[in-house]
């Protein structure tokens, strides 16, 4: 069953990948959130890899970078793992994602890109 989709595909994605940032952000700043902000940025990752079938171009770059993360069979582990790791090795792979040159800022400029006009 094909739902009833109110918001355009890239505002929607770019709305969840700032959910995502923001969350781990919280957890690097926050020690002691840790746990609970990578399980709510976890939480938006289904309904991400759901929205993304509308755009396989989109949703391939997406596999590409974050395959591990959403795609992987062990998706869910890895976020449960990020959130329990130790704090150094949290905060390099929390710059991987959440950089100046991360992984988030590149998916956004994908998915904004798949609404651009030709």
Not at 37 to 66: H, K, M, S
Not at 68 to 86: C, E, G, I, K, S
Not at 91 to 97: H, I, R
């Amino acid at each position: 069953m094909l739902s009833m989709r109110r918001t355009e595909f890239a505002a929607f994605v770019a709305d969840l990948l700032d959910f995502i940032e923001e969350k781990i952000r919280e957890a690097i700043e926050t020690e002691t959130s840790r746990p609970a902000a990578i399980a709510e940025a976890a939480g938006a990752v289904a309904q991400l890899r759901d929205r993304l079938r509308e755009n396989e171009d989109v949703q391939a770059t997406f596999i590409l970078l974050l395959d591990a993360q959403m795609y992987d069979a062990h998706a869910a582990q890895w976020w449960a793992d990020l959130a329990r790791m130790d704090r150094p090795e949290f905060e390099k792979l929390a710059a991987v994602l959440v950089g100046p040159q991360g992984a988030l800022e590149a998916l956004r400029k994908v998915a904004s890109a798949a609404n651009a006009p030709s």
